[in-house]
């Protein structure tokens, strides 16, 4: 990764909670935004743009922290995605993992 790439880094939902000190319904989380450098071992350093949530009923919930540049935790990160601009990542279906069903 290059600084001031574009970044969608794709949380576990308890560590989204954990990171936002929330308690939200099961969602898929993204975090938007730049790299600004690796933490080898422990995780990636971003300047977060927001934060998406995207509950089971589709609804997105958009969630801004200060300050902006924030160690994002490795065991906390499903994956990672560049990207030319956050548009480029969503969440295209849901599975609750109970059920299986999208």
């Not at 949530?53 to 499903?78: A, F, N, Y």
């Not at 995605?81 to 956050?86: K, N, P």
């Amino acid at each position: 990764m290059i600084p001031e790439q574009k970044l969608g880094v794709w949380l576990t939902h308890d560590a989204a909670c954990e990171f936002l000190y929330a308690q939200q319904p099961e969602s898929r989380w993204a975090v938007l935004g730049e790299f600004v450098r690796d933490e080898p071992g422990v995780g990636v350093w971003i300047r977060i743009d927001h934060i998406e949530q995207t509950k089971e009923t589709s609804e997105i919930i958009h969630w801004r922290v200060k300050p902006p540049v924030c160690l994002i935790r490795w065991d906390g990160v499903i994956t990672v995605q560049e990207a030319d601009r956050y548009e480029d990542v969503k969440v295209t279906g849901f599975s609750n993992g109970k059920t299986g069903k999208r």
